[in-house]
Protein backbone atom coordinates (compact mmCIF):
# COMPACT_ATOMS: atom_id res chain seq x y z
CA UNK A 1 0.00 0.00 0.00
CA UNK A 2 0.74 3.75 -0.34
CA UNK A 3 1.67 5.77 2.49
CA UNK A 4 3.43 9.24 3.76
CA UNK A 5 6.61 8.00 6.19
CA UNK A 6 9.80 9.66 7.84
CA UNK A 7 12.49 7.91 9.08
CA UNK A 8 14.21 11.19 10.55
CA UNK A 9 13.04 13.75 12.71
CA UNK A 10 12.78 17.09 10.79
CA UNK A 11 10.41 19.34 8.68
CA UNK A 12 8.64 18.71 6.23
CA UNK A 13 10.62 17.62 3.83
CA UNK A 14 11.24 14.39 5.84
CA UNK A 15 7.75 13.06 4.50
CA UNK A 16 7.98 10.75 1.98
CA UNK A 17 5.33 9.09 -0.24
CA UNK A 18 6.30 5.02 -0.76
CA UNK A 19 5.20 1.69 -0.39
CA UNK A 20 4.73 -0.12 2.48
CA UNK A 21 3.35 -3.79 3.54
CA UNK A 22 -0.37 -3.60 3.88
CA UNK A 23 -1.63 -4.57 7.82
CA UNK A 24 -3.76 -7.48 8.39
CA UNK A 25 -6.22 -7.00 10.79
CA UNK A 26 -5.91 -9.41 13.96
CA UNK A 27 -8.99 -11.37 15.19
CA UNK A 28 -10.39 -8.25 17.43
CA UNK A 29 -9.27 -5.35 14.71
CA UNK A 30 -11.11 -4.14 11.86
CA UNK A 31 -8.90 -2.77 8.50
CA UNK A 32 -9.81 0.47 7.12
CA UNK A 33 -9.50 1.76 3.89
CA UNK A 34 -8.69 5.52 4.41
CA UNK A 35 -10.29 7.72 2.34
CA UNK A 36 -9.56 11.23 4.44
CA UNK A 37 -6.95 12.23 7.29
CA UNK A 38 -5.73 15.70 8.33
CA UNK A 39 -2.88 17.39 9.96
CA UNK A 40 -3.24 17.96 13.35
CA UNK A 41 -0.65 19.52 15.67
CA UNK A 42 0.42 16.61 17.07
CA UNK A 43 1.41 15.53 13.76
CA UNK A 44 4.51 18.14 13.21
CA UNK A 45 5.38 18.15 16.94
CA UNK A 46 6.04 14.44 16.07
CA UNK A 47 7.59 14.86 13.08
CA UNK A 48 10.37 17.26 14.52
CA UNK A 49 10.58 16.14 17.89
CA UNK A 50 9.60 19.09 18.76
CA UNK A 51 8.13 18.85 22.77
CA UNK A 52 8.50 20.55 26.15
CA UNK A 53 11.69 19.45 27.97
CA UNK A 54 9.80 18.00 30.48
CA UNK A 55 8.10 15.68 27.73
CA UNK A 56 11.15 15.22 25.31
CA UNK A 57 12.23 11.61 27.61
CA UNK A 58 8.99 10.05 28.02
CA UNK A 59 8.25 10.67 24.28
CA UNK A 60 11.99 9.79 23.12
CA UNK A 61 11.52 6.47 24.78
CA UNK A 62 7.94 5.96 23.64
CA UNK A 63 8.53 6.92 20.00
CA UNK A 64 12.11 7.05 19.43
CA UNK A 65 15.37 9.59 20.26
CA UNK A 66 17.09 9.35 16.81
CA UNK A 67 14.70 8.41 14.95
CA UNK A 68 10.83 7.46 14.63
CA UNK A 69 9.46 4.25 16.03
CA UNK A 70 6.59 4.95 14.23
CA UNK A 71 7.27 6.32 10.84
CA UNK A 72 3.45 6.77 9.32
CA UNK A 73 1.93 10.24 10.98
CA UNK A 74 -1.83 10.91 11.49
CA UNK A 75 -4.42 10.11 14.08
CA UNK A 76 -7.48 11.41 12.64
CA UNK A 77 -9.21 9.14 9.51
CA UNK A 78 -12.57 8.42 7.85
CA UNK A 79 -12.86 5.48 5.40
CA UNK A 80 -14.22 2.37 4.40
CA UNK A 81 -14.05 -0.85 6.29
CA UNK A 82 -12.09 -3.42 3.88
CA UNK A 83 -12.21 -6.85 5.85
CA UNK A 84 -12.37 -7.76 9.45
CA UNK A 85 -11.22 -9.89 11.81
CA UNK A 86 -12.34 -13.35 12.87
CA UNK A 87 -14.18 -11.87 16.25
CA UNK A 88 -15.47 -8.70 15.27
CA UNK A 89 -19.32 -8.17 15.22
CA UNK A 90 -20.05 -4.38 15.08
CA UNK A 91 -18.70 -3.72 11.79
CA UNK A 92 -18.51 -5.26 8.20
CA UNK A 93 -17.06 -4.61 5.54
CA UNK A 94 -18.27 -1.91 3.42
CA UNK A 95 -19.09 -0.08 6.60
CA UNK A 96 -18.27 3.64 6.38
CA UNK A 97 -16.18 4.69 9.13
CA UNK A 98 -14.31 7.54 11.21
CA UNK A 99 -12.24 7.90 13.82
CA UNK A 100 -8.91 8.54 15.67
CA UNK A 101 -5.72 6.58 15.86
CA UNK A 102 -4.34 8.05 18.81
CA UNK A 103 -0.79 6.96 19.81
CA UNK A 104 -0.83 4.72 17.46
CA UNK A 105 -0.81 7.29 14.56
CA UNK A 106 -0.40 5.69 10.99
CA UNK A 107 -3.33 7.77 8.95
CA UNK A 108 -1.16 8.96 6.48
CA UNK A 109 -1.89 5.53 4.61
CA UNK A 110 -3.73 3.59 2.44
CA UNK A 111 -4.81 1.47 4.86
CA UNK A 112 -5.16 1.24 8.68
CA UNK A 113 -5.87 -1.61 11.06
CA UNK A 114 -8.27 -0.35 14.24
CA UNK A 115 -9.05 -2.20 17.50
CA UNK A 116 -13.06 -2.91 17.18
CA UNK A 117 -13.19 -1.34 20.94
CA UNK A 118 -11.03 1.67 19.56
CA UNK A 119 -11.62 4.91 19.07
CA UNK A 120 -13.61 4.52 15.94
CA UNK A 121 -17.64 4.67 15.00
CA UNK A 122 -19.97 5.00 11.86
CA UNK A 123 -19.70 7.49 9.95
CA UNK A 124 -22.82 10.17 9.80
CA UNK A 125 -24.41 10.16 6.34
CA UNK A 126 -25.37 14.00 6.62
CA UNK A 127 -21.22 14.68 6.96
CA UNK A 128 -18.64 13.65 3.62
CA UNK A 129 -15.51 11.69 4.41
CA UNK A 130 -13.57 14.92 4.51
CA UNK A 131 -15.73 16.43 6.70
CA UNK A 132 -16.27 13.30 9.19
CA UNK A 133 -12.20 13.40 9.47
CA UNK A 134 -11.30 16.68 10.80
CA UNK A 135 -13.95 16.38 13.55
CA UNK A 136 -12.25 13.92 15.80
CA UNK A 137 -9.02 15.66 17.96
CA UNK A 138 -10.77 18.27 18.32
CA UNK A 139 -13.70 17.54 19.74
CA UNK A 140 -12.06 15.03 22.16
CA UNK A 141 -9.53 17.46 23.60
CA UNK A 142 -12.35 20.30 24.08
CA UNK A 143 -15.00 17.89 26.06
CA UNK A 144 -11.62 16.40 27.79
CA UNK A 145 -10.79 19.71 28.99
CA UNK A 146 -14.12 21.66 29.40
CA UNK A 147 -16.12 18.49 31.30
CA UNK A 148 -13.21 16.31 32.95
CA UNK A 149 -10.65 19.25 33.98
CA UNK A 150 -12.56 22.03 33.81
CA UNK A 151 -15.98 20.80 35.36
CA UNK A 152 -17.93 22.85 33.33
CA UNK A 153 -21.37 23.82 34.81
CA UNK A 154 -24.32 25.32 33.54
CA UNK A 155 -24.41 28.98 33.42
CA UNK A 156 -20.59 29.27 33.70
CA UNK A 157 -19.07 32.19 31.89
CA UNK A 158 -15.97 30.82 29.91
CA UNK A 159 -13.40 32.45 27.61
CA UNK A 160 -11.82 30.42 24.97
CA UNK A 161 -9.02 31.78 22.86
CA UNK A 162 -8.09 30.56 19.79
CA UNK A 163 -11.85 29.77 19.36
CA UNK A 164 -11.86 29.17 15.24
CA UNK A 165 -9.68 26.77 15.30
CA UNK A 166 -10.09 22.67 15.56
CA UNK A 167 -10.32 22.44 19.28
CA UNK A 168 -11.84 26.20 19.27
CA UNK A 169 -15.04 25.69 17.56
CA UNK A 170 -15.38 22.66 19.40
CA UNK A 171 -15.38 23.82 22.87
CA UNK A 172 -17.98 26.31 21.25
CA UNK A 173 -20.03 24.34 20.51
CA UNK A 174 -19.65 22.08 23.60
CA UNK A 175 -19.76 24.80 26.24
CA UNK A 176 -22.73 25.75 24.70
CA UNK A 177 -24.06 22.11 24.92
CA UNK A 178 -23.07 22.08 28.58
CA UNK A 179 -24.95 25.44 29.28
CA UNK A 180 -22.70 27.94 29.51
CA UNK A 181 -22.02 31.02 28.42
CA UNK A 182 -19.18 31.55 26.14
CA UNK A 183 -16.75 34.79 24.92
CA UNK A 184 -14.41 33.66 21.92
CA UNK A 185 -11.45 35.28 20.97
CA UNK A 186 -10.41 35.49 17.47
CA UNK A 187 -8.90 36.88 14.37
CA UNK A 188 -11.31 39.26 12.69
CA UNK A 189 -11.87 37.31 9.29
CA UNK A 190 -13.07 34.32 11.59
CA UNK A 191 -15.67 36.37 13.86
CA UNK A 192 -18.49 35.39 11.57
CA UNK A 193 -17.57 31.74 12.24
CA UNK A 194 -16.99 31.85 15.71
CA UNK A 195 -20.72 33.40 15.62
CA UNK A 196 -22.36 30.88 13.99
CA UNK A 197 -21.20 27.67 16.03
CA UNK A 198 -22.96 29.62 18.69
CA UNK A 199 -20.63 31.59 20.66
CA UNK A 200 -22.39 34.33 23.06
CA UNK A 201 -19.57 37.11 22.41
CA UNK A 202 -17.02 37.52 20.28
CA UNK A 203 -13.53 39.29 21.09
CA UNK A 204 -11.45 40.50 17.86
CA UNK A 205 -7.99 40.13 19.27
CA UNK A 206 -6.48 42.02 16.46
CA UNK A 207 -8.65 44.81 17.79
CA UNK A 208 -9.17 44.35 21.41
CA UNK A 209 -7.28 42.93 24.38
CA UNK A 210 -9.83 40.93 26.73
CA UNK A 211 -7.48 40.92 29.68
CA UNK A 212 -8.18 44.77 29.53
CA UNK A 213 -12.03 44.37 30.10
CA UNK A 214 -11.49 43.19 33.59
CA UNK A 215 -14.73 41.11 33.00
CA UNK A 216 -14.31 37.44 35.23
CA UNK A 217 -14.47 34.15 34.31
CA UNK A 218 -14.93 30.37 35.40
CA UNK A 219 -13.15 29.09 33.00
CA UNK A 220 -10.44 30.92 30.42
CA UNK A 221 -9.51 27.82 27.71
CA UNK A 222 -5.93 28.75 25.65
CA UNK A 223 -6.71 26.57 22.45
CA UNK A 224 -3.04 28.20 21.07
CA UNK A 225 -0.94 28.95 24.16
CA UNK A 226 -0.50 32.33 23.62
CA UNK A 227 -2.22 33.99 26.67
CA UNK A 228 -0.61 35.74 29.25
CA UNK A 229 -1.16 32.95 32.49
CA UNK A 230 -0.78 36.01 35.04
CA UNK A 231 -3.45 37.89 33.48
CA UNK A 232 -5.44 34.97 32.92
CA UNK A 233 -5.27 33.96 36.17
CA UNK A 234 -6.15 37.58 37.90
CA UNK A 235 -9.34 37.10 35.52
CA UNK A 236 -10.71 33.83 36.86
CA UNK A 237 -13.73 33.85 39.53
CA UNK A 238 -12.88 32.06 43.10
CA UNK A 239 -12.32 28.00 42.30
CA UNK A 240 -11.83 29.50 38.21
CA UNK A 241 -9.59 27.25 35.90
CA UNK A 242 -7.20 28.36 33.56
CA UNK A 243 -6.76 25.32 30.93
CA UNK A 244 -4.11 25.10 28.51
CA UNK A 245 -3.35 22.98 25.56
CA UNK A 246 0.34 24.43 24.61
CA UNK A 247 2.11 24.57 28.09
CA UNK A 248 6.23 25.12 28.70
CA UNK A 249 8.11 24.22 31.94
CA UNK A 250 7.01 27.15 34.36
CA UNK A 251 3.07 26.53 33.29
CA UNK A 252 3.55 22.69 34.52
CA UNK A 253 5.32 24.60 37.88
CA UNK A 254 2.27 26.43 38.38
CA UNK A 255 -0.54 23.86 37.51
CA UNK A 256 1.41 21.45 40.30
CA UNK A 257 1.47 24.59 42.68
CA UNK A 258 -2.19 25.75 42.11
CA UNK A 259 -3.44 22.00 42.70
CA UNK A 260 -1.98 21.81 46.05
CA UNK A 261 -2.13 25.39 47.28
CA UNK A 262 -4.83 27.82 45.42
CA UNK A 263 -8.43 27.57 44.78
CA UNK A 264 -7.60 29.06 41.04
CA UNK A 265 -6.32 26.27 39.07
CA UNK A 266 -3.88 25.69 36.35
CA UNK A 267 -4.17 22.90 34.18
CA UNK A 268 -1.69 21.79 31.47
CA UNK A 269 -2.82 17.95 31.17
CA UNK A 270 -3.45 17.28 27.54
CA UNK A 271 -5.80 13.76 26.88
CA UNK A 272 -7.98 12.61 24.50
CA UNK A 273 -10.23 9.54 24.94
CA UNK A 274 -13.42 8.22 24.47
CA UNK A 275 -16.19 10.08 26.83
CA UNK A 276 -18.78 7.76 28.39
CA UNK A 277 -20.89 9.02 31.15
CA UNK A 278 -24.43 9.54 32.19
CA UNK A 279 -25.93 9.45 28.65
CA UNK A 280 -23.22 11.69 26.85
CA UNK A 281 -21.53 9.90 24.31
CA UNK A 282 -19.76 12.00 21.83
CA UNK A 283 -19.58 8.81 19.15
CA UNK A 284 -23.29 8.70 19.74
CA UNK A 285 -24.49 12.31 19.09
CA UNK A 286 -27.33 12.53 16.45
CA UNK A 287 -25.89 14.14 13.75
CA UNK A 288 -29.00 13.92 11.90
CA UNK A 289 -30.25 16.60 13.98
CA UNK A 290 -27.73 18.37 14.81
CA UNK A 291 -24.31 18.70 12.68
CA UNK A 292 -21.42 19.20 14.79
CA UNK A 293 -19.07 22.25 12.65
CA UNK A 294 -15.72 21.64 12.83
CA UNK A 295 -12.73 23.84 11.95
CA UNK A 296 -9.09 22.11 11.34
Known sequence: MKAVIFKQYGGPEVLKLTKI????????????????TTVTAEDPKMRGFNHPP???????LIFGFKKPKKPVLGIEFSGIVKAVGAKVKRYKSGDSVFGYTGLSFGAYAEYKCIPEKGLMHFKPKNLSFEESACMVNGALTALAYLKKKGKIKEKDNILIYGASGSVGTAAVQLAKYFGAYVTGVCSTKNMELVKSVGADFVIDYTKQDFTKDNKKYDIIFDT????????CMNLLRPKGKYLLTEFGFLHIRAAIYTSLFKSKKVIVASSNFHWKKKGFDLSKRDYGKRKFQTCN
Not at 224 to 231: F, H, L, Y
Open 224 to 231: VGKTSMKE
Open 54 to 60: LLKLPVG
Open 21 to 36: ETPVPKDNEVLVNIHA
